[in-house]
Structure formats: structure tokens, C-alpha cells
Nanobody
Framework: QLRLVESGGGLVQPGGSLRLSCAAS????????IGWFRQAPGQERVGVSS????????NYADSVKGRFTIARDNAKKMVWLQMDSLKPEDTGVYYC???????????????????????WGQGTQVTVST
């Protein structure tokens, strides 16, 4: 059974950093694109970043470009989201999700859309506050 488990969330001051982890099990990660999504209180879930199955393609929401970095290690079945220069507006529950319907460069068009993903983790809370 395909399973995704996020970790690494917490409370951090503005300007600080966190690294989120997404551990995959029950499937061959190298065949799946992975996306990170954020849901702030009272708001819809939005795409933050995604990475293609090979790792050759990545994309980022405009709000996090230059501050967040996504990476993966298929052999370790892990995907990470390094978040630097955090802002209060980055606060929310962060989810990782998997898709076997986004082929490589198509990630640049579809990678931040929830509808492209079929499997989701339970989320990890990130709070950026003084």
C-alpha cells in the first residue's frame, strides 16, 4: 500500500529555516512525481513545489522561489523541502503528494495542481511566528 509520511514541521521565527521530509513506502518512488502543498487556516490547499520522478524537473510557486528547495533521493525513498528565509505567510499544514500521471517536463505545467496527485500524506504543521 502506497504511503507518504511527512515530518520536520515545527515553530520557527521569521527568517529561520526548516527542512521537511516526505518518506515513501509501499511503492517504487522513482516512477512518481512528488509535490508539496500548503494549507493555511481557513484557506484552500495550494501547491508550493514539485519534482519530477527523475528529479530533472522542479517548479516552485512564485511566493517561495529563491527561498525553498526541493530534492529527492529515490534510492532512499525520500523527498525533502528545504525552507529558508521563512515568513509568517508560510504558516500552514504541509502535505506531500505522489502522482504517476505527470510525465517529466509536464511537471512544469501540472506540478502544482492538486488534481494531478492521487496519494497524500497526513501533513506536518509549520508555524512561522515570533
Amino acid at each position: 500500500q502506497l504511503r507518504l509520511v511527512e515530518s520536520g514541521g515545527g515553530l520557527v521565527q521569521p527568517g529561520g529555516s526548516l527542512r521537511l521530509s516526505c518518506a515513501a513506502s509501499g511503492f517504487t518512488l522513482e516512477y512518481y512525481a512528488i509535490g508539496w502543498f500548503r494549507q493555511a487556516p481557513g484557506q484552500e490547499r495550494v501547491g508550493v513545489s514539485s519534482i519530477s520522478a527523475s528529479g530533472d524537473y522542479t517548479n516552485y510557486a512564485d511566493s517561495v522561489k529563491g527561498r525553498f528547495t526541493i530534492a529527492r533521493d529515490n534510492a532512499k525513498k525520500m523527498v525533502w523541502l528545504q525552507m529558508d528565509s521563512l515568513k509568517p505567510e508560510d504558516t500552514g499544514v504541509y502535505y506531500c503528494a505522489a502522482s504517476n500521471r505527470i510525465y517529466e517536463e509536464r511537471l512544469l505545467v501540472r506540478g502544482l495542481g492538486q488534481v494531478s496527485y492521487d496519494w497524500w500524506g497526513q501533513g506536518t504543521q509549520v508555524t512561522v511566528s515570533t
